[in-house]
């Protein structure tokens, strides 16, 4: 059975193509803000970081997210994952696709651990009930 989901590099030039994605994640992160860290982050060479899009086999885009690879004391190269960014379907096929790619690529780079970064946006604070 052909895999549903495919991992492949996001080039600078499609980056606009994530930000609906990047939105829905953080609506204060302006389309400007975002395709200025696509270009920052397309200037590393691929075996030093870059970022990958998740699509569906129809080409709809459903995460994102950046790699860099770094150097751990005691276990040698790391890949860390970071700016995830993962629509929201049911079940957990697109979760499993961001794994599977994360794994290729570090075995791909060489790299012997993964490191995820996960991000979370600051809790909106409520008042307090004082009943």
């Known amino acids: ?4 989901f495919n991992a ?11 930000y609906p994605l990047v939105q829905m994640f953080d609506p204060a992160v302006t389309l400007d803000a975002w395709l200025a860290h696509a270009r920052r982050i397309a200037r590393r060479k ?14 709809i885009l459903h995460a994102v997210f950046t790699y860099s690879v770094e150097r751990d004391f005691r276990r040698g190269a790391c890949l ?7 629509g929201r379907l ?7 696709a961001v794994l599977g790619a994360a794994q290729d690529l570090a075995r791909l780079i060489g790299c012997k651990t993964i490191l995820i970064d996960v991000a979370t946006l600051p809790e909106i604070t409520r008042p307090l009930d004082h009943a």
């Open 46 to 59: 691929p075996v030093h970081g870059g970022m990958i899009a998740v699509r569906d086999n129809r080409g």
């Open 90 to 96: 049911p079940g957990a096929l697109v979760n499993g």
């Open 8 to 18: 492949a590099p996001l080039p600078p030039a499609q980056a606009r193509l994530a």
């Open 80 to 86: 860390r994952i970071a700016d995830l960014i993962v």
């Open 1 to 4: 059975m052909q895999d549903l």
